[in-house]
């Protein structure tokens, strides 16, 4: 490591808020600053967000923070950014702006061209190249709908008037005053016409999603140099953008997943779980993805990625359309008031069931309910239900990768609860490591950043350095995890059967 004073500001881009945050290349979150933007449902199943609400805000944010230190305004050493993987947009290249809203991870407005396309026998090329699967949670389906739907789009993405990115590729063309039209690996990944094996853009993958792009994004290293800004003239002078990565893969860099092996679980909104897989890329035979988790030196690292998208965002549901909690700290208490869930299984698929079942037509439910099911047992099968899910994926993964975990790194909001970080050591029979470190995708950028301005000259290096979690060891019988596992397993497959009509 090279002895380094200054600041990284980091600017975390999620699906409901842009954050800026003060770090020390150590690690050490100084302050942050947040920031909610509006959701936008034009129609059921559509979300959409104002991009230009969203630069806005990432101004905002920034200002903000850097007044409540203003010693730190020149001590900065880098912006990094780690953003909402798969949420698009269409600019336009002159001034930048959009030229329609932004369209979101969670929108299915693609739906119906996908299953045309599986019905066309198009999902083994898909798979064999990007490692994902041909769903509308990928911008692919919905650019064609945009294009489909706006013909005047589709001539000018054609022509390069204007220009399609994922969110980190719009903010940085922005922030660079429009000189930089740039991704970085792990966001270009996640579109469904980019080869991860190759690392280019796939002209095979455009045909089969009939799209025609005049130009697009050079894609960089996250290390890598992204341009300079001033954050449109909020700084007294430029600094570097270092160090940019798809939000769940900077967790997975942050939490150190260096090795094979090595897997994190991110709660929030949805959970996104990892397991690093080493150089070569392989196929999963068990509905999860396969995923670039970053390249550096030229050199990829691959991982199996479980995307669920229904778990922290299950208890809001029960906040606000159930009002059974006014809070989700009330889980918890509620959770431990009963001995167990007395049979309840919440299966949490309001937007279907993503890994590792791909069932986008599967609805929610609560099944095993008696007369004497109280607020609490439904409450506790809501938390269970998240544990279960991930430990779906988890056991998934680990038989495709011919990998034995050895411990669970966690990480999100949902690290405080204890018991459901407990259940989750219970039913994997593994330890779990909670990080207590906070905004681990903002951390993964940062160290990503520090990597590229040659403040730490290797991963080595990032080992080293101090990390704080919690961990939870299993507490249950196997017997007794196993038999809770095989329930919630049946009541999965009661939500996917489907009988045969007339």
């Known amino acids: ?291 670039l988790g970053w390249v550096l030196q030229g050199k990829p690292t691959y991982a199996f990625e479980g995307i669920i998208n229904f778990t922290g965002a299950t208890i809001s549901w029960l906040r606000d359309q159930l009002q059974l909690i006014a809070d989700p700290s009330e889980t918890e208490t509620l959770a431990r008031s009963v001995s167990n869930s007395d049979g309840v299984y919440f299966i949490p698929a309001f937007v279907g069931l993503s890994a590792p079942y791909w069932r986008a037509d599967a609805r929610a439910a609560i099944l095993g309910m008696t007369p004497s099911t109280t607020r609490a047992h439904v409450v506790r099968a809501a938390l269970e239900s998240i544990g279960y899910i991930v430990t779906d994926v988890l056991k998934a993964m680990g038989e495709d990768a011919g990998l034995k975990l050895g411990m669970v790194h966690a990480d999100g909001g949902a690290v405080r609860n204890a018991f459901l970080m407990q259940f989750v050591a219970d039913l994997n029979q593994l330890k779990v490591r909670a990080a207590q470190t906070p905004e681990l995708s903002a951390l993964g950028a940062v160290f990503s950043g520090a990597l590229g301005l040659k403040i730490y000259t290797s991963v080595e290096d990032l080992q080293k350095l101090p990390f704080g979690f919690v961990e939870y060891t299993p507490a249950m019988d196997s017997d007794c995890a196993n038999k809770l596992f095989a329930g919630w397993q049946l009541a999965v497959q009661q939500v996917l059967y489907q009988p045969k009509q007339g």
């Open 1 to 291: 490591m090279n002895q380094h004073y200054g600041m990284f500001l980091a600017v975390d881009q999620s699906t409901s808020a842009t954050k800026a945050m003060l770090f020390t290349p150590d690690g050490r979150l100084l302050d942050q600053e947040s920031l909610s933007h509006r959701q936008i449902y034009p129609r059921a199943g559509w979300v959409e967000h104002d991009a230009n609400e969203i630069f806005r805000n990432t101004l905002k944010v920034a200002s903000t923070l850097l007044q409540r230190h203003p010693d730190e305004w020149n001590s900065l050493l880098a912006l990094n950014i780690t953003n909402q993987r798969e949420t698009f947009v269409v600019f336009d290249r002159e001034t930048g702006q959009p030229l329609y809203n932004a369209i979101v991870w969670q929108c299915r407005r693609g739906d119906d061209f996908c299953k045309r396309l599986v019905a066309a026998g198009s999902e083994k090329i898909v798979h064999e190249l990007t490692g994902l699967k041909i769903d509308t949670y990928f911008p692919a389906s919905k650019l064609r709908w945009l294009l489909d739907t706006h013909s005047d789009l589709r001539a000018r993405l054609k022509d390069g008037s204007a220009l399609f990115g994922t969110i980190d590729t719009y903010l940085i063309y922005r922030l660079t005053g429009r000189e930089v039209y740039a991704t970085d690996h792990t966001n270009a990944s996640r579109t469904l016409f980019y080869d991860i094996e190759k690392l280019d853009w796939s002209q095979d993958l455009c045909r089969v999603f009939g799209l025609e792009f005049g130009d697009l994004p050079a894609v960089y290293e996250s290390t890598a140099w992204y341009g300079d800004t001033d954050l449109d003239g909020l700084l007294p002078r430029r600094i570097p953008i270092c160090g940019v990565m798809g939000d769940s893969q900077a967790a997975l860099f942050a939490q150190r997943c260096f090795a094979p092996g090595g897997a994190k679980v991110t709660f929030g909104t949805g959970s996104s779980v990892l397991l690093n897989i080493g150089r070569q890329k392989r196929l999963s035979a068990h509905g999860t993805l396969t995923a």
